[in-house]
């Protein structure tokens, strides 16, 4: 059936901002349903309340709404657009319920808006435990087996019936699941049960068989109005049940399931997916299955796309959410052709001839009290995805992507054996479950004991295993001695050279990551590059979406274009989020209009910018030095963009430098000067600029005496962070000598600064571009809490709204001559303190910041294509460079502590929030001003 | 197996392309058409496909032997590839409910491998240069040796090969209680077609390829089936002389894969060898009577000639949505269907499973008239 044509408008609802569990995937996942339906003659109708969002860009939709994702919104808007259907499948749970409640209110029967996509009433059923169990028992799917007891006697039974404990336990019609829980031995029994009874208002209880421990998997599928279904992808948990898919590590494709189980998931995942309505799109199913058995039990469905089916589009290759928005149109799969090889049929089931690891990133680490423990609540905030040859390779090079200062899973010289403490670490789920695992090796553990405290598959085990005895045979070599096969063996199995030299360095004399490098390179041991192509080479491909590995076929053809390469953000995390993404995708389409073949680096699933069709040729790499400098060696580009990729590429920089390849933009000297503060305060005092009296201290004692200099309250910061990762305020020598000793724990190799803190004063954000010539003000921020909440976490107002003329004139005035001072071409950020009408200048940041999406959203102005393109030579006299905002619009920071109960909400020169959203207010009495300015120094803290 | 005990191995194509790699299974050599699989799953159920009896049969997926081997997988009594060629190569198992690992089942069915070979490159040079035989050996040959002796491999073409792979005596396979009888010719029968049929209340007799008809009807079946094998069908002339007997019967005739090439070639349409064949588990085909899309199993290297399909023969049941090869037939002059893929799946998915349905439809209308 071709698309149908009773249908002109279609509203699609995006999921807002950046949540733990609800993240940039919705980006890409909405960008991919506005190009898919636009591309069918559709009117593209858009709502999200998310500013940093490739989605809400003008030439994305023909009408963009940057409202608050309520239903009073989207009435507004129908009433306006003349909406006739709603696709309310691409914004995560947020739309799906706001699509729910609007449903309910029958809104959307009234006004004629057909939903698409989705069979909303089954929504209902999805979600709620009783309905799906009963719909489980009719299709024939497994469930876990439970049993009513009304007695302690009848719980006995039930105890001996289910094969003894963990059992879990839900008393009934308790308000928010009061007294449920996990009973795990005799000793908690009979008192969890009484109490269970008691609370429970009909005193009855439900004893539940636990599947903690069983092998976890998930299905992607796609549906459509024929009844055809194809599974996309199936992804196994290497974490087995009792973490929640977001936390763990997943593998794609399943490894340890024969057909015959495969098969089995296969036909429920159909049958459960044709039990809930009959539309046409995406759904994702989960599965645990028993190990040792071919036992199956449903977990949940989710009838829209979700996280896991962007990870699925990345690891395959096949692009759901836009084959997806086709569906929901009226496609049948039948109709539409693989884009991938551009011959094939969309309708079929991608194979793949490699291994897909996906592993979680937290950020424990700025909420301090926090749970680590993972559990069914998700707490990650980011992913990384890799893709290797085979197992070992794949999650090397997630580790070597994960931002953290890893060179791949151990073997770096971070990790301490402690026996004892490896035990603790594996006795419960921990973010660094995999690390511990091979460091249990290290020490001597069997694949037994490891897998009877953790259950995960011995299969995954014996793979890190594998790795582990790698490293054992590595380090009692030499660089000499090192053969070509054992070293070809390493590298097939994903050790960088980092890993290596630090191997071959245990037993003899130090060696460097680049000897390892000219080694191998000597020995012409180079990564090839392979080919995602979702039908494992059967059908030639043409889409240039390419991974590394170490054998033999380079797949990767050169060009003779100009070239530049652009290095992505990584993984998103507190501090370095969609922002970046945003900012990474706009310079890849910049810097294709000024002629050049872009070639996109990135390890993070959840983007556009990992989209195979945004850059010319997408790497999906770590954004690791070895990995980005190869594909460098083999693509030989013009130079690199690392001005968008925040703290992650402009890591690599000084590297870049060494190695003498070209860094478009503001030069590598000038960047560095920013960070350091000593050359960047004697260039502030140059221009006659005023700042913060401050110190450098490497140790505790040094910083006391600094403190003493420069007057308590204190700001300790290290350098080369992002998110004011490690800043604290102290007010006393006391708590300095507090943080500094956390801080030397954590960056041990940095020296960091003493700042004076300017308490009270005001702070604000000005983002610029700067063309060697002219500057041009992208925007000034003012933020209603006062300095010291990090300007990511604060509420801020564009334009300022409480400056006088004399303030800004003096920050264009700073700004200007530090552009010129910096030789800035592209992009300049200054953070300002403004305390009794002097401007004092806090930082400089000569790159793409977080508030330039924010910015660009408000003024209408492409501003970060503009910063790009200026790094590529243009000049600005040739953009349009008028603003569009007629009144105000404030940024409004969204926090996790929702999702860490145990930490208490305090805001300080750590940045703390995930997301952000945008509003646009015409006067200070709209609420979204007047709350956050009464409440605006109740939670500074430090 | 530690990595010091490996040992060398090389894969030699016919056309000169040489890779080397390490011994999995049997240590030997072995050659054949070499083939590639995409399916992801089912490892076990593709090297005892009786179909791709003579033929190396490299996996695309890297990790193959992951879940080991057990004796609930096998498709026939023995491993019926040549050789296996896999990339990385799992040692070591997990699945409680296996008998072995994949290395030890290797060697004890004498069935050379090698792994740690670019699969995907040799994948690649195949779609490109079309299939070609090869060599794989653990013992000492030069390259040249080796490119010489796949070489001189007897090719695929024109070798009729279902013979050797059939049983030798008739066998009834029947459930506890039986509805129909169906006399099913074994070219290469795969356990799951066997088990399709009983699980649906069929009692089964499979004859040896090459028993006379005669023998065939004396058992009195209510239809016939026409079993998947390996090799060419185009030198079978027995058992189109068989499916031409059986046609006058009017009763119920199903073929799959090479069986549908039979009773194809009994209807006078052709069948040729393709440039690469079909082999996974995820390839769709259109219903053409339904416009319904399954997601199939296919092994297959030689096909249908749509050019050759008279209509009033012949319609075209089904067709493959990737490259519009035919994927099955609906017989106008006599009482049969076939499909070139696996509706047995076995690895893959089980979407055609309908098709054993409609063929018992089939003897059921037949009986009642």
């Not at chain 1, 969309?346 to 926090?370: H, Q, S």
């Not at chain 1, 945004?614 to 070895?626: I, M, Q, R, S, T």
């Not at chain 2, 080796?146 to 050797?164: D, F, H, Q, T």
């Not at chain 2, 009692?203 to 005669?214: G, H, I, Q, S, Y």
Request: glycine letters at 8%; aromatic letters at 10%; a negative charge.
């Amino acid at each position: 059936m071709p698309r149908r044509n009773d249908i002109n408008t279609i509203l699609i609802i995006g999921s807002g901002p950046i949540i733990i569990g609800q993240a940039c995937e919705f980006d890409y996942s909405g960008t991919q349903a506005c190009k898919s339906l636009k591309e069918e003659g559709y009117r593209v109708v858009l709502i999200n309340s998310n500013p940093a969002t490739i989605m809400t860009d003008p030439m994305m939709a023909d009408a963009v709404y940057l409202k608050p994702l309520t239903t009073r919104s989207i009435k507004e808007i129908c009433a306006i657009e003349n909406v006739d259907a709603v696709l309310p499948t691409m914004g995560g749970q947020t739309a799906l319920n706001l699509a729910r409640d609007l449903h309910h209110a029958g809104f959307w029967e009234k006004n004629n808006i057909k939903i698409i996509g989705v069979d909303i009433d089954a929504i209902d059923i999805t979600e709620d435990r009783q309905q799906f169990r009963d719909l489980m028992e009719r299709i024939d799917v497994g469930q876990c087996r439970s049993f009513v007891a009304k007695s302690l006697l009848d719980a006995k039974e039930i105890v001996l019936k289910l094969g003894g404990f963990p059992l879990i336990i839900r008393p009934s019609f308790t308000m928010g699941g009061m007294g449920g829980g996990i009973i795990w031995n005799e000793e908690q029994f009979e008192r969890k049960v009484l109490r269970g009874l008691e609370l429970s208002p009909i005193h009855e209880i439900l004893l539940e068989e636990s599947i903690i421990g069983w092998k976890e998997f998930e299905l992607e599928l796609l549906r459509d109005d024929h009844d055809n279904v194809v599974i996309i992808c199936g992804i196994e948990n290497f974490d087995p049940m009792g973490v929640h898919t977001g936390d763990s590590v997943t593998v794609a494709p399943a490894q340890t399931l024969t057909d015959k189980q495969f098969q089995l998931l296969r036909d429920a995942a159909i049958r459960m997916m044709r039990s809930i309505g009959t539309f046409a799109g995406g759904c994702n199913v989960q599965f645990a299955m028993e190990p040792g058995t071919d036992r199956l039990v449903a977990i949940e469905i989710n009838p829209r796309v979700s996280r896991s089916s962007a990870l699925a589009s990345k690891a395959t290759g096949y692009p759901i959410a836009k084959v997806a928005s086709k569906l929901a149109v009226g496609y049948t799969l039948d109709e539409l052709k693989n884009q991938i090889t551009g011959t094939t049929s969309a309708c079929f089931e991608p194979a793949i001839d490699y291994v897909v690891v996906k592993v979680p990133r937290f950020n424990f680490e700025k909420f301090p009290g926090v749970d680590e423990e993972l559990g069914t609540q998700m707490k990650a905030v980011g992913e990384v995805m890799a893709i290797g040859r085979n197992f070992a390779e794949a999650l090397n090079k997630a580790w070597q992507g994960m931002e953290i200062g890893r060179a791949g899973l151990g073997a770096d010289g971070y990790e301490v054996l402690d026996r004892k403490h490896v035990r603790e670490r594996l006795l419960k789920p921990y973010w660094d479950r995999s690390l511990q695992i091979r460091n249990a090796f290290k020490l001597g553990a069997s694949i037994e004991e490891i897998h009877d405290v953790t259950y995960v598959d011995p299969w995954f085990l014996q793979q890190i295993r594998y790795m582990v005895s790698i490293e054992n045979r590595l380090e009692g070599q030499t660089l000499e001695s090192l053969g070509r096969d054992e070293l070809f063996e390493a590298k097939q199995a994903g050790f960088s050279d980092k890993q290596i030299a630090w191997l071959l360095s245990q037993s003899a004399t130090p060696v460097t990551e680049d000897q390892v490098r000219e080694k191998r390179k000597s020995m012409g041991m180079l990564p090839s590059f392979k080919l995602v192509d979702t039908c494992a080479a059967e059908f030639p491909a043409q889409t240039p979406y390419y991974y590394s590995a170490y054998e033999g076929e380079n797949e990767s053809e050169i060009s003779d274009r100009k070239k530049i390469m652009i290095l992505g953000s990584g993984p998103n995390r507190i501090g370095q989020g969609i922002e970046f993404d945003y900012s990474c995708t706009h310079a890849v389409l910049a810097a294709k209009e000024m002629g050049y073949e872009t070639i996109m680096v990135n390890c993070n699933p959840e983007t556009v910018s990992t989209d195979f069709d945004v850059a010319d040729k997408l790497y999906f790499e770590p954004v690791f030095w070895e990995r980005v400098l190869d594909i460098f060696e083999h693509e030989k580009p013009e130079g690199v963009i690392l001005q968008v990729g925040g703290q992650t590429a402009l890591k690599l920089a000084k590297h870049f430098q060494r190695s003498g390849i070209r860094i478009f933009g503001t030069s590598y000297d000038m960047m560095d000067l920013a960070e350091d503060r000593g050359k960047f305060s004697e260039l502030l005092v140059q221009c006659d600029i005023p700042f913060p009296r401050y110190g450098i201290a490497s140790d505790v004692a040094s910083a006391l005496e600094q403190a003493e200099i420069v007057g308590y309250p204190v700001l300790i910061r290290p350098s080369y962070v992002l998110g004011g990762q490690g800043m604290r305020i102290a007010v006393k020598p006391e708590e300095l000598t507090e943080y500094v000793e956390d801080l030397l724990k954590t960056h041990p190799e940095n020296v960091f600064l003493i700042d004076h803190y300017l308490d009270h004063a005001i702070e604000v954000d000005f983002d610029s571009i700067h063309d060697g010539e002219t500057l041009h003000v992208s925007g000034i921020m003012q933020h209603i809490e006062p300095a010291g909440v990090h300007s990511g976490d604060s509420t801020a107002v564009l334009p300022p709204y409480s400056l006088s003329d004399e303030v800004i004139a003096t920050m264009k005035d700073y700004q200007n001559r530090i552009a010129k001072a910096m030789h800035v071409v592209g992009f300049i950020n200054v953070q300002y303190a403004i305390k009794d009408e002097v401007v004092y200048v806090l930082e400089a940041n000569p790159r793409a910041t977080r508030t330039i999406p924010f910015i660009a959203k408000a003024t209408g102005r492409p501003e970060s294509a503009i910063g790009v393109k200026v790094m590529l030579g243009a000049r600005l006299s040739e953009f349009d460079l008028s603003s569009k905002l007629k009144h105000y619009a404030i940024k409004e920071p969204v926090f996790p502590f929702d999702k860490f109960p145990e930490v208490k909400k305090e805001l300080g020169p750590e940045m703390k929030s995930t997301g952000e959203t945008i509003y646009f207010m015409e006067d200070f009495e709209d609420e979204h001003f007047r709350k956050p300015y009464e409440f605006k120094n109740l939670y500074l803290s430090r | 197996m530690s990595i010091q005990e490996r040992k060398r191995a090389t894969i030699a194509l016919s056309d000169g392309t040489v890779e080397t790699g390490f011994a999995i299974g049997y240590h030997g050599t072995s050659g054949g058409e070499l083939c590639f699989n995409t399916s992801m799953y089912g490892y076990q159920e593709i090297f005892t496909d009786p179909s791709y009896y003579g033929q190396l049969m490299m996996m695309t997926y890297p990790h193959i032997g992951n879940y080991g081997v057990s004796s609930r997988d096998d498709e026939a009594r023995q491993v019926m590839v040549a050789g296996v060629v896999v990339r990385a190569f799992s040692w070591d198992y997990s699945n409680t409910m296996a008998d072995s690992d994949l290395n030890t089942y290797l060697r004890r069915n004498k069935i050379v491998g090698i792994t740690g070979v670019d699969t995907r490159k040799l994948v690649r040079h195949i779609r490109e240069k079309g299939v070609m035989n090869a060599v794989i050996s653990c013992e000492e040959f030069t390259a040249g040796e080796l490119v010489e002796k796949a070489r001189n491999w007897v090719p695929m073409e024109g070798l009729e090969l279902a013979s050797r792979v059939t049983r030798s005596e008739a066998q009834t396979v029947s459930p506890e209680k039986h509805r129909y009888r169906v006399a099913a010719f074994d070219y290469g029968i795969k356990q799951n077609i066997i088990n399709s049929f009983t699980h649906r209340e069929v009692a089964l007799r499979v004859f040896p390829a090459k028993t006379p008809f005669e023998e065939v009807m004396d058992w009195n079946p209510d239809g016939f089936f026409f079993s998947n094998g390996p090799g060419d069908p185009n030198p079978m002339d027995y058992a189109v002389e068989v499916v031409n007997k059986a046609k006058e019967t009017g009763k119920p005739m199903f073929g799959i894969c090479l069986g549908h090439q039979l009773m194809a070639l009994s209807a006078g349409i052709n069948v040729g060898k393709m440039y690469v064949g079909h082999r996974g588990a995820n390839h769709p085909v259109r219903n053409e009577k339904t416009g319904l899309v399954e997601i199939t199993t296919q092994n297959h290297g030689f096909s249908v000639l749509p050019e050759t399909v008279n209509p009033d023969v012949a319609e075209i049941s089904h067709v493959n949505l990737n490259d519009g090869t035919v994927e099955g037939l609906q017989f106008r002059n006599f009482n049969g269907f076939s499909v070139q893929y696996h509706p047995e799946a076995s690895p893959g998915p089980h979407d055609s499973s309908y098709l054993f349905d409609e063929f018992i439809e089939r003897i059921k209308q037949y009986r009642g008239n």
